[in-house]
């Protein structure tokens, strides 16, 4: 079984806190962005910076003669950056950005019995399935009513499937990365964004055609979106579940939504719902006992 060590907690803590930022700002670019465009456009400037940061490593995409590792390429660039970039954007048109930001706690729920089925060593046991239990009642705690304003017409429900939907990705795009043969992680982050722009970009002009007339905070925006929640986000995301697994990485499903909530009700005035931490405790308590193991060794 993998032992996750400290770098890699404090990985998930950082990885929570941008991904939690990302929410509030996707809800600032589309004042200028359409939502295609938006995912397209993030992805284009972190495909742009990984690319940059690999060759300044001394490092190269793999071979396209390494049929197998771009075969996961796409299929990581399409389930963690494209499908789920396409969800969010269009979902948060209609929902606050707090509450895509919770729906990302539900992926732990989608990752645990796949990851015991596929990963080798990241079985479930009683302790990590209490523990996830524990959680997730936080994070229903937390989505629960009167935890934002009440969302009950069509598209505000359609919206709501498509944020859950998103986090369905992002559960196979793990289980998808941690059973990708050895490769350079930043490669394989690499490619796969590259993958994902050259996908949706086409898709984004043909249907929403070439943006214009885009404010400076429109530029900003899309600028941080692409360069720290895409790509910075993205190579510590693999890394951490190349060396620890999908489910230690789903911990940060558990983080994300609060600093969602935070950031979305600090800068975009979205309501703080009052039962948010108690929530967040019940969450904690969650991550507590399901990694108890750990804790012990790295605070013994």
């Known amino acids: 079984m993998d032992k996750p060590g400290a770098i890699n907690w404090l990985r998930i803590i950082v990885v929570a806190m941008i991904w939690g930022s990302a929410f509030m700002t996707v809800s600032i670019a589309l004042r200028d962005f359409d939502p295609l465009t938006l995912a397209a456009g993030r992805i284009v400037i972190g495909a742009g910076a990984l690319y940059a940061l690999m060759r300044a490593r001394g490092h190269h995409l793999p071979a396209l003669s390494e049929r197998r590792i771009w075969g996961f390429a796409i299929a990581i660039g399409l389930l963690s950056s494209a499908v789920p970039f ?9 929902v606050p950005s707090a509450f895509a930001g919770m729906s990302m706690a539900a992926l732990p729920i989608f990752v645990l019995p796949m990851a015991h089925f596929l990963v080798p060593g990241d079985r479930m046991s009683l302790r990590k399935t209490i523990g996830f239990g524990i959680g ?47 490769v350079n992680q930043l490669a394989l982050s690499t490619a796969a964004l590259i993958v994902a722009m050259v996908l949706l970009v086409p898709l984004a002009v043909l249907v929403e055609g070439v943006p214009s007339d885009i404010s400076v905070r429109g530029w900003a925006a899309i600028a941080y979106l692409g360069v720290v929640p895409t790509a910075v986000a993205f190579i510590i995301k693999v890394a951490v579940i ?26 975009l005035a979205e309501a703080l719902p009052p039962q948010l931490f108690g929530a967040l ?20």
């Open 86 to 94: 396409m969800l969010l954007s269009w979902g948060q048109q209609h």
């Open 136 to 182: 997730f009642v936080g994070t229903v705690w937390l989505i629960g009513p009167g935890s934002l304003t009440q969302m009950s017409n069509d598209i505000e429900a359609l919206a709501r499937m498509a944020c859950v939907s998103a986090a369905v990705c992002y559960a196979v795009g793990s289980i998808v990365t941690r059973l990708c043969p050895p």
């Open 242 to 267: 190349r060396s620890a697994g999908p489910t230690f990485m789903t911990l940060v499903n558990y983080m994300v939504p609060v600093w969602s909530v935070l950031f979305g009700g600090l800068f």
């Open 281 to 300: 405790a019940v969450i904690l308590a969650g991550i507590a006992v399901s990694q108890a193991g750990t804790l012990r060794r790295l605070f013994a």
